[in-house]
């Protein structure tokens, strides 16, 4: 397949992009390489992937209206995958524009393309976020997300609603993830496990928010990357069974579209996810407890009922060795073994 993949340098887009060569597809890597976190890290990726025959490399920003519409006159690709954008839930307290132009403007351009050539599938990242002040646990596609709390969140189920609207309209079948808490090898600097290990490593304190007490579906950025390859290769289709009157906020039947959850399925607290960073790091923590800071949630699980049945998804990385495998890399990475 040849495949357009919008964030190829990003944390989940490498590591997407990384798989898809290793079977044999074409990608086409799109990404601005902005200075959002050290652009030495998204450098690195991208060297990584340039080292692969089947890779080529777009920089351009999302919001450019005229260089994406050329790209996909050009390489048409067979499937789009959209994991560009502006990520980060605090961040968009302080660059609420950042997320308007990245993740509203540069997705209504990745539609557009998508209009014009036609690919078999889009699929695309949302997030856990939507679920926003839902508490009822786990969190189900079928279940209403219409409140969310921070402005991430609300560009991200505009994302949904805007593939509905071009699927429904122009027939491209589109797929949209709520990822859960993605972690793992080459993370963005900005992400709690991250931040510890530089933070324990060079003997300071970790900020924990919420006191420790907050729970989350941590999801191990292999799992991810192993519903995104099966999407890819399983367009969405219109459900047949869709009631207009009693309408399931997952599917639609009017449209090849549909929401998915992936996560791990489980959540752990956060201070089981520094207990167990501390015993992969061999140091102990310095704790400065503090309370939840605006947008976050007490607790997050991923119900992935309907992921396995469409995908045959099944996450299996428990954090014990996910966070081991992070603590590997990052000390090769960074020289610090």
């Not at 520094?274 to 699980?301: C, F, H, S, W, Y």
Request: proline fraction near 7%; charged fraction near 20%; hydrophobic fraction near 40%.
């Amino acid at each position: 397949m040849s495949i357009l993949l919008t964030g190829s340098a990003g944390f989940i887009g490498f590591h997407l992009s990384r798989r898809l060569l290793e079977r044999g597809d074409e990608v086409v890597g799109v990404d601005s390489l902005n200075p959002y976190y050290d652009p030495a890290l998204k450098a690195a990726r991208l060297a990584i992937l340039e080292g692969y025959p089947g890779y080529r490399h777009a920089k351009i920003d999302l919001a450019d209206r005229d260089a994406m519409a050329a790209l996909f006159a050009e390489s048409r690709p067979t499937a789009v995958v959209n994991l560009a954008a502006q990520a980060g839930v605090r961040y968009s307290l302080e660059k609420p524009e950042a997320y308007v132009d990245s993740n509203v403007v540069g997705f209504l351009n990745v539609l557009e393309g998508c209009r014009a050539v036609q690919p078999k599938h889009l699929v695309y990242a949302s997030t856990s976020s939507v679920y926003g002040a839902n508490g009822k646990l786990p969190f189900n596609v079928h279940d209403a997300a219409t409140h969310p709390i921070t402005l991430y969140a609300a560009t991200k189920l505009a994302n949904e609603s805007m593939a509905h609207s071009y699927s429904h309209l122009f027939g491209v079948p589109s797929t949209g993830f709520r990822f859960f808490t993605v972690y793992g090898p080459w993370g963005r600097p900005d992400m709690a496990l991250f931040k510890f290990t530089q933070a324990i490593l060079e003997g300071r304190p970790i900020d924990v928010y919420g006191e420790g007490r907050m729970q989350r579906d941590f999801t191990y950025v292999d799992d991810i990357v192993d519903g995104l390859v099966a999407a890819i290769d399983r367009p969405a289709m219109v459900n047949p069974a869709w009631n207009p009157e009693a309408p399931d906020p997952a599917t639609s039947g009017v449209a090849p579209w549909r929401v998915l959850n992936l996560g791990a399925a489980r959540r752990i607290e956060l201070m089981r996810y520094i207990e167990v960073l501390e015993e992969k790091l061999g140091q102990k923590a310095e704790l400065n407890l503090m309370p939840m800071q605006p947008g976050d949630v007490a607790r997050t699980e991923a119900d992935v009922e309907e992921t396995r049945q469409a995908l045959d998804y099944a996450p299996k990385t428990p954090v014990e060795v996910g966070v081991g495998r992070f603590v590997d890399w990052y000390l090769d990475y960074y020289g610090r073994r």
